[in-house]
């Protein structure tokens, strides 16, 4: 498996980049640097734990990679309330964490269903 095939690393891949460029302005370089951070650890947590080879190891990241969607989604919340995130994109990133979340849920069960036979 290639985590490049994963939709989920894909899509939040794909979310990171449209992060990092909304944010290369912003001159609040702690809440820049730790939104864009939670957001790079999502499909880089993907990446490390297929590339390390165990399933156990793997369903391990992806739960780091979970845990990363949640730190983002409360971040794009907080950067709504304090106007540094415009409402419509800030819905849309929301929407996008969540189908991340539950995208990982699932590939998470579906390892650990493959593990366990």
Not at 9 to 37: E, M, P
Not at 38 to 54: F, H
Not at 79 to 107: C, F, H, N, Q
Request: hydrophobic share 35%.
């Amino acid at each position: 498996m290639k985590f490049e095939d994963l939709d989920v690393w894909k899509r939040s891949s794909r979310l990171c980049a449209v992060l990092y460029k909304h944010f290369q302005n912003c001159r609040d370089f702690g809440f820049r640097d730790q939104i864009t951070r939670s957001a790079l650890s999502i499909p880089s947590n993907i990446a490390e734990g297929v590339e390390r080879g165990s399933q156990k190891d793997f369903a391990r990241f992806l739960q780091y990679a979970k845990g990363s969607c949640g730190e983002l989604r409360t971040q794009i919340y907080i950067g709504m309330d304090i106007g540094y995130i415009p409402l419509e994109p800030g819905k849309i990133w929301l929407s996008e964490t969540r189908e991340l979340s539950a995208m990982l849920v699932g590939l998470t069960k579906s390892i650990k269903l493959n593990t366990d036979n």
